[in-house]
């Protein structure tokens, strides 16, 4: 008989009862080290006494009243974001994926009301993920996630990242903007060039495009920058941000010009849950942490010394791990075995990651990591590659007998 909760997860046998920092605790007592965060989302680490503390005062208040009245927490977190960023206006969600709906809905609808209906395509790039609603998939393009689901949504062109003859290429009479991850996740951490950035806002202002970001993995300081986008010293059109918004509370955001926002008017665009007084509540608190003094610094200092253990670890084990990359705390380290044996190994002694394409296995600590979490992590890594080669050694010793 199938099972309760439907099957479209391999969960792995672990069941976390509480968390403390960087740590996870199981039901039944085994501690663990999440270089996962739930994929990016746990950004300020697991029960963050200020997060709890909005939460739970929110909680206590007010926690949903719909878009239909102000929003306070919603119009605080806006006029913050905007102050720190290139954005005019925020428009508030609930995921990634509804998030980049809404940047794709916003480019078509900017170019059409400024009087090019006819510009509703999109260029994507090849290797990035964009989410899993319909047409943010048809957006991603990846045919094992668009198996079984139909014909595409129309309007998305894909090219390799950063090759700029091959943007150039495909744009046409009806392009309507260029969407791009600053650093793609999913396929395997794989960094846009900061020049190939400059290019594309080059490109996008000599025809009349709009440049939106994807930072749904990559903003929200995971990069060392409050968003990655920072780094090519550029400025976009639109960003779609999400996962470590809220610190694990579900949440997304669209940040944009106001070339674009003033377009959105009543009853063009909505949410239920988006924007609600506690998923703000939650974001306010996460943002009163990422933008102390020092607190992206300590980021980008955490990423630097794990980029020097990475590179003690290759030199270590060859036979396992050939090479790093990544930005700030999106880490990919790619391997030669299996990822997935990597990965088992890493649980193995008390580690939780995750998987990436191109055989990579992804990092992603908590923001508020520490210098001992690292070197205890960069520690697990050298016993989980040992664990590999003997598993490896063993393997092939049972196949020449």
């Known amino acids: 008989?199938?099972?309760?909760?439907?099957?479209?997860?391999?969960?792995?046998?672990?069941?976390?009862?509480?968390?403390?920092?960087?740590?996870?605790?199981?039901?039944?007592?085994?501690?663990?080290?999440?270089?996962?965060?739930?994929?990016a989302t746990s950004s300020v680490g697991h029960n963050n006494p200020h997060l709890v503390q909005a939460i739970a005062q929110q909680a206590q208040r007010v926690m949903h009243v719909s878009n239909l009245y102000r929003v306070p927490q919603a119009e605080q977190l806006a006029e913050r974001l905007v102050a720190n960023s290139f954005?005019?206006?925020?428009?508030?969600?609930?995921?990634?994926?509804?998030?980049?709906?809404?940047?794709?809905?916003?480019?078509?609808?900017?170019?059409?009301?400024?009087?090019?209906?006819?510009?509703?395509?999109?260029?994507?790039?090849?290797?990035?993920?964009?989410?899993?609603?319909?047409?943010?998939?048809?957006?991603?393009?990846?045919?094992?996630?668009?198996?079984?689901?139909?014909?595409?949504?129309?309007g998305f062109d894909h090219v390799p990242l950063n090759n700029m003859n091959a943007v150039r290429d495909a744009i046409c009479a009806e392009t309507a903007g260029i969407m791009i991850e600053p650093v793609q996740g999913e396929s395997g951490i794989h960094v846009a060039d900061p020049r190939f950035m400059r290019e594309l806002r080059a490109a996008c202002d000599e025809y009349g495009l709009f440049l939106g970001v994807d930072e749904v993995q990559c903003g929200m300081g995971r990069t060392g920058r409050l968003f990655a986008y920072e780094w090519s010293d550029i400025t976009p059109?639109?960003?779609?941000?999400?996962?470590?918004?809220?610190?694990?509370?579900?949440?997304?955001?669209?940040?944009?010009?106001?070339?674009?926002?003033?377009?959105?008017?009543?009853?063009?665009?909505?949410?239920?849950?988006?924007?609600?007084?506690?998923?703000?509540?939650?974001?306010?608190?996460?943002?009163?942490?990422?933008?102390?003094?020092?607190?992206?610094?300590?980021?980008?200092?955490?990423?630097?010394?794990?980029?020097?253990?990475f590179d003690r670890l290759i030199a270590t084990h060859p036979d396992i791990f050939t090479a790093h990359r990544g930005l700030g705390l999106l880490i990919g380290l790619k391997c030669r075995p299996d990822v997935a044996l990597v990965q088992n190994a890493a649980v193995g002694e008390g580690m939780l990651c995750v998987t990436a394409g191109d055989n990579v296995l992804r990092l992603l600590p908590p923001l508020t990591v520490t210098e001992a979490d690292c070197a205890e992590a960069l520690s697990m890594l050298d016993r989980a590659a040992a664990r590999v080669h003997a598993h490896l050694a063993a393997t092939n010793a049972e196949n020449v007998a």
């Not at 944009?256 to 609600?276: C, V, Y």
């Not at 933008?291 to 300590?298: I, K, Q, Y």
């Open 1 to 39: 008989m199938i099972s309760a909760l439907m099957p479209n997860y391999n969960r792995a046998d672990l069941a976390f009862e509480r968390g403390e920092g960087a740590w996870l605790y199981t039901v039944d007592g085994r501690r663990f080290l999440d270089f996962g965060s739930g994929i």
């Open 87 to 154: 954005a005019d206006s925020a428009f508030f969600c609930n995921s990634g994926a509804e998030a980049n709906e809404g940047m794709i809905k916003m480019i078509r609808r900017a170019q059409a009301k400024s009087g090019h209906p006819e510009r509703t395509r999109i260029i994507c790039f090849n290797g990035a993920f964009h989410g899993r609603t319909l047409a943010t998939l048809s957006a991603t393009g990846n045919a094992k996630y668009l198996d079984g689901f139909g014909p595409r949504v129309e």
């Open 237 to 309: 059109d639109i960003l779609s941000t999400a996962k470590g918004i809220a610190g694990g509370f579900p949440m997304g955001a669209v940040l944009t010009t106001e070339t674009i926002a003033k377009h959105m008017t009543p009853g063009s665009h909505g949410t239920t849950f988006g924007g609600s007084p506690l998923a703000c509540a939650a974001a306010n608190a996460v943002l009163d942490i990422i933008l102390a003094p020092g607190f992206l610094e300590g980021v980008r200092a955490h990423a630097a010394q794990l980029d020097a253990g």
